[in-house]
């Protein structure tokens, strides 16, 4: 990624947030007015392609349950051509991980053998199999030793046994002295508990694949088993406000197992479906601009950033729009008209303020982040004196807010050691 893009100020662990164009946001706005409903069956094979790897992995998982390796083994590798990107990397890991564990040695019940393939039947989501490989031959229930493993609860709870992973989950919590896992536990309890009464409640399966798939506690976030919970209950939702989160969520599994072709599937679903509706358009063009842009796309992600600017003035996305097209003008190194665009923001009607509940985003900082682009132009530019003056305006005017302490703390102390520097400068060319 050129310089411009992230400046030398910005937190590396906030350049998500500070770069709003660039975040989850987008993908949460792409949806504000999606009504909810079934994928077709002749849809796009991207809008469900995680589904076929998640039904792949877990036959995969369940020969491996019932020791027929070779079955399994062959699962993976055809997977390994038969599953879109980035799937079929994903199978071809697995059949690593396998070999890996049938190599450790030729006795079956050999435990550091045994706890490698439970573990992989775990990553393939077959928990059954999982289960059936703790439970020791002769046995109808898993060993004493289950009751120490991390996932054994997740387990049951996974394989559709509720009623003992709920005692599993009630066992932990009696026992936990440390307080983020007994509030863990307790919301695992609640769930479970609650569950059955609300299956056909969006809020409820966002509840739960909040705090329990993706929580990342128990085991790394599953977004296989997340995508599963909400597809399920989309459609169900009644109206937006339902099927917002929920969308959003969707969206942010998809990125977060680098499936780009499945979130442009949906995205280019949303937009034929919703292209009358402005807000949705707007954040639909933001998103593929940014896409162009990370793609090096220069020329597509100006025109469509451009295509935001112009046509949709009225909607939530444009700030996000102008600063965009800014960006990918100073990434062309034209300064002049990138300075022009950035500008257009102080005295528009952005709020830089701004927040939603549902996103991890940060506080868009519009004026903020367009001051200090306008003074890297200006040093660009090797206009020193015009430098300073905007990174004085990012200091002192259109101060950086975060939620989080540390992100406006540091970035806040960037910003001040960009101005000493460019004041040095300045006082070494007097």
């Known amino acids: 990624m050129g310089q411009p893009i992230i400046a030398p100020m910005v937190d590396k662990r906030n350049v998500k947030k500070m770069i709003r164009v660039f975040g989850g946001?987008?993908?949460?706005?792409?949806?504000?007015?999606?009504?909810?409903?079934?994928?077709?069956?002749?849809?796009?094979?991207?809008?469900?392609?995680?589904?076929?790897?998640?039904?792949?992995?877990?036959?995969?998982?369940?020969?491996?349950?019932?020791?027929?390796?070779?079955?399994?083994?062959?699962?993976?590798?055809?997977?390994?051509?038969?599953?879109?990107?980035?799937?079929?990397?994903?199978?071809?890991?697995?059949?690593?991980?396998?070999?890996?564990?049938?190599?450790?040695?030729?006795?079956?019940?050999?435990?550091?053998r045994l706890?490698?393939?439970?573990?992989?039947?775990?990553?393939?989501?077959?928990?059954?199999?999982?289960?059936?490989?703790?439970?020791?031959?002769?046995?109808?229930?898993?060993?004493?030793?289950?009751?120490?493993?991390?996932?054994?609860?997740?387990?049951?709870?996974?394989?559709?046994?509720?009623?003992?992973?709920?005692?599993?989950?009630?066992?932990?919590?009696?026992?936990?002295?440390i307080e983020i896992w007994q509030s863990y536990y307790q919301e695992q309890i609640r769930l479970i508990q609650q569950r059955a009464t609300n299956l056909s409640s969006t809020q409820f399966a966002i509840d739960l694949v909040k705090e329990h798939y993706l929580k990342g506690l128990e085991t790394h976030a599953d977004l296989f088993g997340a995508l599963t919970e909400l597809t399920r209950v989309l459609p169900l939702a009644k109206d937006p406000k339902q099927t917002v989160p929920v969308y959003h969520l969707i969206l942010k599994c998809l990125t977060g197992l680098g499936d780009d072709d499945g979130r442009d599937a949906w995205q280019e679903k949303l937009l034929a479906e919703h292209k009358s509706d402005p807000e949705v358009a707007a954040r639909v063009y933001v998103a593929k601009a940014t896409q162009a842009y990370y793609r090096k796309n220069l020329t597509e992600a100006e025109a469509l950033f451009q295509k935001v600017c112009s046509e949709y003035p009225d909607t939530s996305a444009w700030g996000d729009g102008e600063y965009g097209l800014g960006l990918v003008l100073q990434e062309q190194q034209k300064y002049d008209e990138a300075m022009l665009e950035y500008a257009k923001l102080f005295p528009s009607k952005v709020n830089d303020n701004i927040i939603d509940a549902e996103s991890s985003e940060d506080y868009p900082n519009y004026r903020f982040r367009a001051a200090l682009r306008i003074s890297e132009c200006y040093e660009a530019k090797k206009d020193g004196t015009k430098a300073l003056e905007y990174a004085l305006l990012a200091r002192d005017r259109y101060k950086f807010v975060s939620y989080c302490k540390d992100c406006l703390r540091e970035t806040r102390q960037n910003v001040e050691n960009r101005v000493k520097k460019l004041q040095e400068a300045a006082k070494r060319t007097d």
């Open 25 to 112: 946001i987008a993908a949460f706005w792409l949806v504000l007015s999606a009504q909810a409903g079934q994928v077709a069956p002749n849809a796009a094979p991207a809008l469900t392609n995680w589904q076929a790897a998640t039904s792949r992995f877990q036959k995969a998982g369940a020969f491996i349950g019932e020791d027929k390796y070779a079955l399994a083994k062959a699962e993976l590798s055809a997977a390994t051509t038969n599953l879109a990107a980035p799937y079929r990397t994903m199978a071809s890991q697995f059949l690593t991980q396998l070999d890996s564990a049938l190599q450790l040695s030729t006795n079956r019940n050999a435990p550091n």
């Open 115 to 177: 706890q490698a393939l439970i573990e992989l039947c775990s990553d393939l989501r077959a928990h059954q199999a999982a289960l059936r490989l703790q439970t020791p031959p002769g046995s109808k229930t898993p060993s004493e030793d289950s009751a120490d493993d991390a996932l054994y609860a997740w387990r049951l709870l996974e394989s559709g046994d509720t009623k003992a992973a709920l005692a599993e989950y009630q066992r932990r919590f009696a026992k936990e002295l």
